[in-house]
């Protein structure tokens, strides 16, 4: 006989609204769907409407990822009743004023990283997150690597002093997929759209992570910038819409210039006064994705590849020397962060899972009221970090202070 | 204005029923859910019910995993009108019975690995998905490591003469959770259920992968196999029915027999004349869910790891020695198998990806109505395998020949 | 001024002749030019005199490696008073009667692996030894990779029990310089000369290795072995005085049978019951030389790799699961064997110090008078092991227990 | 009867005589004792004489590592009349005057790294050795990591174009022996003696190297130094005479000033255009001796890590993207550089043989009377950007364009 699950005390709904649906968008669906198949949540997401501005396709791509409705217009879905948390998976020039908007709708608000495509949007958006906040609004930013089991505890690892005092961090973000030189002119691209190039895309995403695992800010940097390959073709209409082209040379068409770094490498100072490098690329000929870092700590070290994202490697300093080494940890033990709810010991995850975990914390923060990590105001953060990184590029690589830093990172 | 997506023609759906909501049952179900969301279908994917014998936990299995309807007979999930596809993730002792029946009452059928405890079993079933082919039904057996892309990228490598003649295969899959001998006496160490031990479930995978990436069968074995911990603590009623218990020691509890293997170690003979080596154990301290290949051919020879699923190794034996080396292949590009509906180059996949291009092969078969890959034959065959394993084991490790090989490995 | 050291007190010389010069001629003359100077030595090697038979190719050797003279029969370099100690680096046919008459003449020896080309000669070799050893003469195999600081200090944690009761060794030992059919028959493919292949040259290695570093004999085996290429070019008159022939395919030349094998796989049972698993081949493509080894235990596990013989990896079962791993220990510490007489941590050894340490403990122990290891009578063992694989193979692979083993290896 | 070679053709005697016998005297003692035994020299080298001013140390060392005589002060070691060749071994203070001493009595010189411990030193040393080049002297700067045969290889693909145009440089050469706050205040960290600290010890090897493979200079640098640890305990009279104190630490001592920095960061760009990254650091926990380096071109990449030393990774951008990967060159075959008079495929060299390699190139760039490479002009280039880097640290890290840099490097 079948079994009804009348007593069923399935918890209350969260309405997920969606603004854009490319790489992105299929990457936060996959989270949205699938985080209460995964985790025990205090809501229940609800994939209520997704928007976009052409019209079938944003039909086309609710049917695909599963979204009940399909809106043209992104002030349409943040006006829907149906929709609790706006998600925004636009590119960084739109970010301010669709989650500001939705925050004073009343609406909880997951932004794409980086946060915004300037420090003074960045601070509108901290401002009005702060203002939310005291309505019992929650405002998160998609730096979803914070969500790498792996560097989940390697945060862990550091903050119970496994670590010591923090000596060096070195991290690289490297990508290749702008090595061909006919590769075509993206929105990515363009200063207007994009805000910076690798350093907003790809340096945003370190300088966010270094902070995060060291539990400090960084107070100062002296950085230099390069756009290698300065004209590329310009897309067509039609592969303009696509968010990543598939890199098909585009030889014959016209160019026009890149207004971007392709490449941006810094050095820094932490608060405790560690010495930090930094590089990200999107020129590095055979490195797809490839995100490493090592933390060298005076009690011990931890070292990271993206590449390999169910591994870290810790080597305690404490250890007798003819037993040290750096040990590769598999991190998919039921005592890692986010795995007591996933496969066996050895079952590897993937990119993916970072939005479900991503999901699954938001939720929870929405559940209690409690501050989220990242907050705005940590978005906010690596803004002015990139900020300064810009500023001392231009100004010669000299050593220049970021604004306005906090005691520490949570 | 939102968007009705009234011109949508949504392909038709297909209703699975699952048996058994353990370890596998969550990981088809993340198959089941997302699948559709990826990948292009020729039919879509409904959860419609899942059974199992205890009411509560199938129910509350239902709704964690989104499950419409939930039984507690296997056969009234199988006489539901809304089930076409029986997946069958039970233990190995009832798979016999449930997908012969599912199969002549009209049903599709996913059965988990090993298809059955015994070859008589293995061989009826077969002969059922023979006669239900017929009828245009399609039966799969869930060897779902031929769905690791890189592993399915290293069969197209063989097919193609990149490797030329083998010469070696050789293979380890290693776990260690019964390395501490107060582990619990679960199903799965019972003979009675699970068939065998180490070799049934972690051999049935390699033997498969083996011949499924040479292309060719084994024909014969020489094998040991050990348990090396002969009793265990039994486990209190409570406990039994999970289906991995977390490995806490029982010390006190009064000891049973294991009555499977720990391990099983074989050599083996391709058609071609190659040599094998293969591994499967439960013992091996450090090893959590480790399975190893390495296969070396006239032409070439590959390597890979399932800890670092996403890359596979090759070495082509006809570039210049200068620079000639194994190369590491990060298995994320859009040529790749089943990558180009995911994500962009250098984002890793992770375990469970392995079900949702399962079932994306299943329903893409039920589409077009082909025998699918692996069939219950290619299950029988691993199953024949296995019994001259232990035939051998049996006999001193004399060698043994493998019953009713084909001629070649689809 | 210039520094007379008129009160050095030199350690005696100790005479050395080598027989044969080719390889691995070349080899142990860095070991015995080099160990005085690295290692504190009761006595001083003293490169006395080396023979060949071919007259000019011997004195242009002995001049190359800086040897004294050069005698064409080794029968009057084992004559020679300066000629304390006889190195015998020829093929396994003539080892036999040179060590022997050397023990007679009064002489220490060194004796390339294997021990010898049959058990019968091996067990004749063992009983000279143990009757010189009366005399207070040594007599030692030259397993060179024991010396190998990793694989010393594998030895040394096994020892002292981190590993536990052992359950699994497996190991592989992998070339590749057979797998063009046209790489010419050397005498190393034919069984007058080189008594087994793969085999007796790599599986010798491997067997030898797996009992030093279990501490325990293998007691019994079950084996395939094949050589996939039966025929081969011949060599011209003047390639055939070659080693090592340069692996130029002689595709004109006429075929003559190869009369060993190309590949050996075996299982095996350790005294204590662990398993094991063994291959030695030529034919692995890609894989030049390339001895993999990894060992479980009760208590945690071993894994090497010869490609990186700086390393070690090591997990120990005991640590807790969050933070358990293989650590992979750079063996550069002064702590570990032999390093402390070398370089400051981090700075790699290669392939060729395990013949400056062959030869340091070789001295150590003629100074000491102790008994070598390993001995002849280890040697011994190892030509027991592969005399069980080849009776194996030759009975369908039947487990085939071998002979007089002791009770542990030294 | 025993062979004469009295037609031998011995290459006539190159007398070498070497100053300082501490952790490097011994290496190059290594690199003169073996170099003729192992390549095809013009001239064969001869241990004539070392020089220390401890008449019972250096006396002790010429026992052990093979020199014929010692003396006490330097400058009788350049005043013999065997001693053709000088090789300065000393802490970098002495460097100058020596090798100007023994360039002005004729002899040719080979001086450790770094050349000098200032640009004015380096020059005066430059023009001096630029005098001698005309009378037919030779010198050469010991920067031994060019004769990696993985880096020299590494060399000749990016000579070869198969990097195309350089995009991105990083190094990291990091050890770890100074994170201990109570490792004892040794002449390495002393200004006066060492010059200074990481800088000049790890980042002159990585400076050189980066310009060496690329083929051209650093033209800038933006840089930050540490010194975290400021004061450690000063050392007992007995133990400073130790180049290379164990790490005990001295916890009651008095504590003195660190005047060298722990550790240096910084950017640079090439004079191509290229981007690069360096970090050179004694506070690297778990690091030893790690050297790693990177560079991507438009044509392709290679990565590598002095820990595996005889390996070398390349990735070719112009592989389709489904087989392309970084391969891992095992650099042991005949056709690599400097490995046709070693060993077979497969086996591995260590340390040590870089110095071999080393006193080769010196030996053939004396045979011919060309220009060594490095030479001294070289070892200034590598000084100008040392004082770029400290002079760009002083003024809070901005750019600094390094003086007088050449087209290329060679």
New interface residues.
Partial sequence: ???R?SD?T?PPGLGIGMVGYA?MG??H??GW??VG?VFDLPLRPVLA?IAGRD?AA??SA?????WA?????WR?LIARDDVHLVDICTPGDSHAEIAIAALEAGKHVLCEKPLANSVAEAEAMATAAEAARARGQVAMVGFNYRRVPALS?ARRLIAEGR?GTL??V?V?Y????L?D?DFPLTWRLEREHAGSGALGDLGAHIVDLAQYLAGEPIVGV???T?T?VRERPRLTAAAAGLA?P?GQAATGAPRGPVTVDD?A???A?LAS?A???F?A?R????????LRL?I??????LAFD??????L???D?HE???????????V?????PYLEAW???????????TFTHQARDLVAAIGTGSEPSPSFADGLLVQRVLAAVEESAR?????TPVQDVPAEVR
Avoid at 343 to 353: F, I, K
């Fill in positions: 006989m079948e079994q699950d069923a399935s790489f299929a990457a669906s996959q769907r699938n198949r409407a019209a944003v039909r609710a049917r695909r990822h599963g409705a399909a809106e043209t217009d349409a505890y670590l000596r060096h070195r690289t490297l990508q290749d997929w090595v030189p002296s950085a230099q390069e290698f990543v598939s490449a490498v810094f050095t100072r006064g010495l930090a490098t590089e690329s020129m590095a000929s055979g490195r797809k994705n490839q090592e060298n700590g005076e009690r011990g070290s993206l590449e390999r994202l169910n591994e490697c810790f080597h300093h007798p020397a003819v037993t040290a080494g750096f040990r590769r940890i598999l998919t033990e039921a005592e890692h496969w066996p010991p050895g079952h590897a995850l993937g990119y993916e899972h100004k010669n690589a000299v050593y």
